[in-house]
């Protein structure tokens, strides 16, 4: 089974190493996807995302996990591929945004913030446009960080959140499960925790397959 990881907004692949490190000792073919904000559009990283994930498809079954940003590329990337092409396995979304950024919207109109996040950073802070991005076919937990502060004066209103996104922020109907754990949103991909979790599902749903 191959495993796609792709990272969050001002992130790297190696964000991803300690996950995919444990993801290929327990025997999954794990790779990375990367990108850079500052210098391409949302359309572009996700067209290119697409034609990764059409050649992983081609070569047979994968999942596909993304954190933060990461996530938001994965849902708008599979639901452009051609119907031939075969849908991810099993999706993973670590403190993916589900619907607007509150924090992408309070700094939207700072310049630093525009620069590094390019046309990005205004689409996590736009309702009406994360309102239409929808479910993908392929089962997908979510996996949420709920070790931020929730001070009632602060940027959450009291709202559990780890310390980027609110966990109402990262649930969806359409979400197989979602799962919560006292990790902050920049740590959730070097989490032994969310690994293990997610190899839990992917055994869990082979163990399924071939009983089936």
């Known amino acids: 089974m191959k495993v796609l990881f792709v990272h969050g907004l001002g992130r790297s692949p190696l ?47 994968y999942v596909l996990i993304g954190h933060s940003l990461g996530g938001v590329l994965i849902r708008v990337a599979v639901n452009s591929l051609p119907a031939k092409v075969r849908r991810p396995t099993q999706v993973f979304l670590l403190g993916s945004p589900c619907r607007a950024s509150r924090l992408a919207q309070r700094f939207g109109g700072n310049p630093v913030f525009r620069w590094l996040s390019g046309d990005c950073g205004v689409l996590l802070g736009s309702e009406q446009w994360m309102s239409r991005l929808g479910s993908i076919d392929s089962p997908t937990t979510g996996i949420a960080g709920v070790k931020g502060v929730t001070w009632r004066r602060g940027p959450f209103g009291g709202e ?51 009983d089936a």
């Open 160 to 210: 559990p959140n780890d310390g980027i996104v609110t966990l109402s922020e990262v649930s969806a109907e359409w979400l197989v499960d979602q799962v919560k754990l006292p990790v902050v949103h920049t740590l959730l991909p070097a989490s032994k925790q969310v690994a293990g979790i997610i190899i839990e599902r992917l055994r869990q749903a082979h163990a399924h397959s071939e």
């Open 15 to 61: 964000s991803g190493w300690p996950l995919l490190r444990q993801l290929n000792t327990a025997g999954f073919e794990v790779g990375s996807f990367g990108y850079l904000t500052s210098v391409e559009s949302f359309s572009v990283i996700a067209k290119r995302l697409a034609e990764r994930i059409s050649n992983i498809a081609s070569q047979g079954e």
